[in-house]
Nanobody, 121 residues
Framework: QVQLVEFGGGLVQIGGSLRLSCAAS????????MGWYRQAPGKQRELVAT???????NYADSVKGRFIISRDNAKNTVNLQMNSLKPEDTAVYYC???????WGAGTADYWGQGTQVTVSS
C-alpha cells in the first residue's frame, strides 16, 4: 500500500558528505513522523534522526551537529544531509514513515529497503 524508496547511499571518504533522500508513495492520506535509522553489521538498528510533520527534529547524540534532517510534506519526502562523516557512520540506512491511510484511521509504520553508506579512508 505504501512504498518508501531511498536514494543517495554510497562510498565516501572520512570527513566527506552524503545526502540521502526518501520518497513515499502509494495510498497515503497523511504522513506523521518520518525519520532515518541505521544498522551496522552485528549491531541493532538505531535511530539517527526523526522529524515531525510540523518540522520538529530529534537526533541521536552521535550525529548532532553533523547531520540535518528535512522533509517536504507536499512531496512526501524526507532527506538526511550527512556531513563530517566518520567510519562509525558506516551502516545500512533505512527510511521510516508513520502513515495514515485514511481520515480517522490509525497509523502504520513503513520502512524503506535500506541504502548502504560506507565511510572509508
Amino acid at each position: 500500500q505504501v512504498q518508501l524508496v531511498e536514494f543517495g547511499g554510497g562510498l565516501v571518504q572520512i570527513g566527506g558528505s552524503l545526502r540521502l533522500s526518501c520518497a513515499a508513495s502509494g495510498r497515503i492520506f497523511s504522513i506523521y513522523d518520518m525519520g532515518w535509522y541505521r544498522q551496522a553489521p552485528g549491531k541493532q538498528r538505531e535511530l539517527v534522526a526523526t522529524i515531525t510533520r510540523g518540522g520538529s527534529t530529534n537526533y541521536a547524540d552521535s550525529v548532532k551537529g553533523r547531520f540535518i534532517i528535512s522533509r517536504d510534506n507536499a512531496k512526501n519526502t524526507v532527506n538526511l544531509q550527512m556531513n563530517s562523516l566518520k567510519p562509525e557512520d558506516t551502516a545500512v540506512y533505512y527510511c521510516h514513515a508513520n502513515v495514515a491511510l485514511a481520515w480517522g484511521a490509525g497509523t502504520a509504520d513503513y520502512w524503506g529497503q535500506g541504502t548502504q553508506v560506507t565511510v572509508s579512508s
